[in-house]
């Protein structure tokens, strides 16, 4: 919570000069636009109203740097004539109003409150009806007061009696001081973890501050744009939060002329945090820095919270940069000076401080201090967060649990630990009920550290129950909260008309997002992404909102133990979680990933551990051969003397523990998500598949399903939908007929046949790489759609010219889905962003190729994409033939128990620690889709649909469940061919 806190309240309004507020004044009171209390008012009462208005809008306009000591000693010295005359409650209301602000400019916010609060018992005594203006200013500067000093009890009442105040006074109107307050309260939330109900507050605010003219030039506009990019950072976005960083700079410079400033110097620390979250120490030493000298400058022989909240972040950092003997000193005058301000009141930095200050001196020898301070600081934390329970308490004892670890005191490690546990899983899950998946997943990278380094503490001191429950409570949670949420708007789809409204145009939206852009020669380019990445932005706000509509119906992830997989566990069943830790040495600090299995059998007390291989390893066992086309994924290992190496290094260890089962549920991680289980042989050289029923699953969390919604509950006759055998290189004539059927006669009355849509023809064949037909598939679907009707099931089979993109598209949850085509992947180009946009201007499938979200960089290929493949532009009308996993992932698949994905590399995509693969297998997961069968390589024509034939007859023909079909299917296959490049690479998962 690196300048949390002040930054915070770093808007308080700002004072004038001494003059300001030397005079004693009569007048009536201030700043009011409704009647007094008092029968009648005179206009020399009125005039000195609008005069006091003037002034405190004035005050609070003006730069900081024009407080001093003196003005604050003239200030008091007011306030003290006015009280020991007796002066008019409404002139020492004001005064005191005033005053209270000038403190807060000077960071003085102890003194702050107190003077808010003797204006307010004023205000409250002698005014009514209470909404007037400056008693809602007063409200509002006792509640930042509160805020900036740590003290929250009481500062949520005060805001929401202010804005309720303010919004009575301006109905419907623009106002500063009723924006300041929605942005104050937005931050306060965000100070509290409370995310959902900051966001919304903090842009209404901005919107506000945005209508009304002067904005540029006030400093609460600075302030709500600082609180919108702390939370960016803190939700995990660091370039949206730079870029509200340097926009409240430039706002700040602006105010103080280049004048040393004490909210110019807020301003700077925060943009250091944000620089900070990037890995610049560098750049953010020199925003600590210069933030420190600046705030020594202006509070001389009296430093307050905001100097020591800079030599705190400034501290930490040398911390942090292993500089620990200069460390230590700036920590100690950041914590002594916390200590001195607030008393004994518990304080977010000063815990920081005292926290930071412990490491460094257990490190450098001083441990009984350091294991004093670790207590001092973890009881500070619990008094500011335990009743909220959220992320910064979750954080913060990490970084006690870490700290305690690098001192050896392992019981202190494991007592925080234990509370992170407690935490993060109910963290996680709330974050799905507010946001859609892209801000999710950013947020999922902020908070990934935490969760890695209590999977690390739980694996290195072998804690599998702990470990079992850390990865039920982390693993693919976005992915759960993603199809819920889908499912949930299906369901409101007919029957909620604005979810429904926002539904249609969202994925309108996202239709257009993923159509491939014109190449850089017939277009500018440029402009076309700026405007591609507008509409990815305007894509998130409109999943955020869906989120909100799905958000009554809860989540469909509910708390699961071990013990609760393990009860649904039966006799010769095992279920296998793998995980994927990062191993940090906690007295060295070297780090690297390692991989363990975590085996449950019924009956067992506890979960089995079992230590596999460090992922270099596995990654060098994966590493595709030179000069083997079979092999480009990088996911099967051909030659025997790696395939038993792979073997050894991931199974071998697991084997040991699965006397007596017969079937083994798998749940993969990391890099194991590319390697064919069923391939792999053991010693004596029999296969896997031939020894055990193998069954993949997303996560432990599919052998304990929730309730479902009506939607996703199969009734009535089944449905199937077959894709296969697209004509690629079909014309955009053809495209356009199957479209919209016979051109109509010519509109104009004077009859004919009319004429055809004036569009290109494709490119000449030879240019660029055209997509060959696939001869064998043809007669796949002929089969797979003879069996599904043996069995009553209603068959759309859509081949040639009729296996469009739009009949694809066109689905509603068909209870089968099987799509034999080509299909494609592109690994992460590990590219500069400048980069990788120069090389999407080529168009067609460059732009897959390099695009930056994984779900565009894999998808399958429908009648007429040849165009589009090759580079050129689709024509306009009709859509280009390729659907991607971004397509795929919001269709509505509610319904759909199986997908066959009969096609190359459809099981592949880019790896997310936690949330597995992020390709068509996510995208049919989220979609709704029950169970995907996928591959893993490059699969052959001929022998592809001979497994599929031979799948589906076993399937309904022969009544086995959806896995045993399979496994029985590869094991045929096996025994005809051999080499298990020809069936081993599909795997089904779900079910």
């Not at 009575?168 to 100070?191: K, T």
């Not at 870029?243 to 004490?262: E, F, H």
């Not at 991680?669 to 004596?684: I, K, M, S």
Request: aromatic share 8%; net charge neutral; glycine share 8%.
């Amino acid at each position: 919570m690196a300048a949390a806190a002040a930054s915070a309240c770093a808007h308080v309004p700002v004072a004038k000069q001494n003059t300001m507020i030397a005079e004693n004044r009569t007048s009536s009171p201030p700043c009011s636009r409704n009647a007094d209390s008092t029968p009648s008012r005179s206009a020399r009462a009125v005039a000195g109203d609008a005069a006091y208005s003037e002034r405190l809008k004035s005050l609070r306009s003006a730069p900081a740097a024009a407080v001093t000591p003196d003005s604050l000693r003239a200030a008091e010295a007011t306030e003290e004539n006015l009280r020991a005359a007796g002066g008019p409650p409404q002139s020492l209301a004001g005064n005191l109003l005033e005053f209270g602000y000038m403190c807060m400019k000077q960071g003085h916010y102890v003194q702050a409150v107190h003077v808010f609060d003797s204006s307010l018992a004023l205000y409250r005594s002698r005014y009514k009806p209470r909404n007037r203006e400056a008693h809602a200013v007063a409200l509002l500067g006792s509640a930042q007061a509160r805020v900036a000093r740590g003290d929250w009890n009481g500062a949520a009442r005060s805001f929401a009696e202010a804005i309720g105040m303010l919004r009575r006074l301006y109905p419907g109107e623009d106002n500063l001081d009723l924006a300041d307050a929605i942005a104050s309260y937005g931050n306060f939330h965000r100070l509290r973890g409370e995310y959902e109900a900051a966001e919304p507050m903090l842009r209404e605010a901005l919107a506000m501050f945005g209508r009304i003219d002067t904005c540029n030039s006030d400093p609460r506009h600075a302030a709500c744009l600082e609180g919108l990019a702390a939370y960016e950072r803190e939700r995990g976005d660091p370039a949206a939060a730079r870029a509200y960083a340097l926009q409240a700079l430039s706002v700040r410079r602006n105010i103080s002329g280049g004048l040393p400033d004490r909210e110019l110097a807020a301003s700077m620390r925060a943009l250091g945090a944000i620089v900070e979250s990037t890995g610049d120490t560098a750049g953010a030493l020199e925003q600590y820095t210069t933030a420190c000298s600046m705030l020594r400058t202006l509070d001389g022989s009296e430093p307050g919270f905001d100097l020591a909240g800079a030599l705190g972040d400034l501290g930490r950092l040398y911390a942090e940069r292993g500089e620990l003997r200069r460390a230590l000193p700036v920590l100690d005058e950041a914590t002594g000076l916390y200590r001195r301000l607030c008393g004994g009141a518990p304080h977010p930095e000063y815990a920081n401080c005292i926290l930071s200050a412990a490491l460094c001196r257990g490190l450098l020898g001083g441990r009984s201090e350091a294991a004093r301070q670790i207590d001092s600081a973890a009881a500070m934390y619990h008094r500011l967060y335990r009743r909220l329970g959220h992320l910064e308490l979750a954080i913060a004892m990490d970084n006690v649990a870490r700290a305690a670890e690098r001192l050896g005191m392992e019981q202190r490690a494991e007592e925080a630990y234990e509370e992170v546990l407690g935490l993060l899983p109910r963290v996680a899950r709330e974050s799905g009920l507010f946001e859609g998946e892209a801000r999710q997943l950013r947020f999922n990278r902020r908070i990934a550290s935490t969760w890695n380094h209590l999977l690390n503490h739980l694996g290195r001191t072998r804690r599998p129950e702990r470990l079992y429950n850390a990865a039920l409570g982390f693993k693919e949670h976005v992915l759960a909260a993603v199809q819920w949420r889908n499912s949930v708007l299906a369901e409101l789809d007919g029957k909620d008309p604005a979810a429904a409204d926002l539904l249609r145009r969202y994925v309108a939206a996202r239709r257009a997002f993923a159509s491939v852009p014109p190449a850089a020669a017939s277009a500018d380019f440029g402009e076309w992404y700026r405007e591609h990445e507008a509409q990815g932005a305007m894509i998130e706000r409109m999943e955020d909102s869906l989120a909100r509509f799905s958000s009554a119906f809860g989540t469909n992830r509910q708390r699961t133990t071990w013990r609760g997989v393990q009860r649904a566990l039966r006799h010769g069943e095992r279920m296998v979680e793998f995980l994927r830790l990062p191993y940090i040495a906690a007295a060295s600090g070297d780090d690297s990933v390692v991989y363990c299995a975590l085996v449950l059998a019924p009956g067992r007390k506890e979960p089995a551990f079992a230590g596999l291989c460090d992922e270099r390893r596995l990654l060098g066992l994966l590493k595709v051969p030179v000069g083997d086309p079979r092999q480009e994924s990088g996911s099967y290992i051909h030659d025997a003397e790696r395939g038993e190496e792979l073997y050894n290094q991931v199974w071998a260890p697991i084997d040991l523990l699965l006397h007596g089962a017969d079937s083994i549920f798998l749940s993969v991680d990391g890099q194991l998500n590319r390697v064919a289980f069923g391939a792999l042989r053991n010693p004596d050289g029999e296969l896997l598949l031939g020894r055990y029923h193998l069954h993949y699953l997303y996560s432990s969390h599919d052998l304990v399903p929730p309730p479902r919604l009506a939607s996703e509950v199969h009734r009535g006759p089944g449905t199937a939908a077959v894709f296969g055998d697209p004509r690629y290189d079909a014309d955009s004539l053809e495209l356009w007929r199957t479209r919209v059927g016979p051109v109509p006669p010519d509109s104009s009355g004077r009859g004919g046949a009319g004429r055809e849509p004036q569009l290109e023809l494709p490119r000449e064949a030879g240019v660029g790489d055209s997509l060959p037909r696939l001869s064998a598939s043809a007669q796949e679907v002929r089969d797979v759609a003879a069996i599904l009707r043996r069995h009553a099931f209603r068959v759309d089979r859509s081949t040639d010219i009729e296996a469009t993109e739009e009949a694809f598209e066109r689905l509603r949850s068909p209870t089968v889905l099987h799509v034999a085509t080509h299909g494609f992947f592109f690994s992460d180009p590990m590219c500069p962003r400048d980069e990788l946009i120069a090389r999407q201007s080529a168009g067609g499938a460059s732009a897959l190729r390099y695009a930056e979200n994984p779900l565009l960089r894999s998808g399958l290929l429908f009648a007429g994409a040849d165009r589009a493949w090759t580079l050129h532009a689709p024509a306009e009308g009709i859509a280009d033939g390729i659907v991607t996993a971004y397509d795929v992932a919001h269709m509505n698949l509610s319904g759909t128990q199986l997908v066959v994905l009969s096609a190359c590399e459809t099981g592949l995509g880019d790896i997310m620690v936690g949330e597995g693969v992020f390709g068509l297998k996510r995208a049919f997961r989220a979609a709704g889709a029950r169970a995907v069968m996928m591959s893993l390589w490059k699969v052959p024509d001929k022998q592809t649909a001979e497994l599929m034939r031979l799948f589906y007859a076993n399937w309904l023909d022969r009544g086995m469940t959806k896995p045993a079909a399979l496994v029985a299917a590869q094991r045929e296959m096996a025994g005809k061919y051999g080499d298990p490049y020809y069936w081993a690479a599909f795997v089904l998962v779900g079910e």
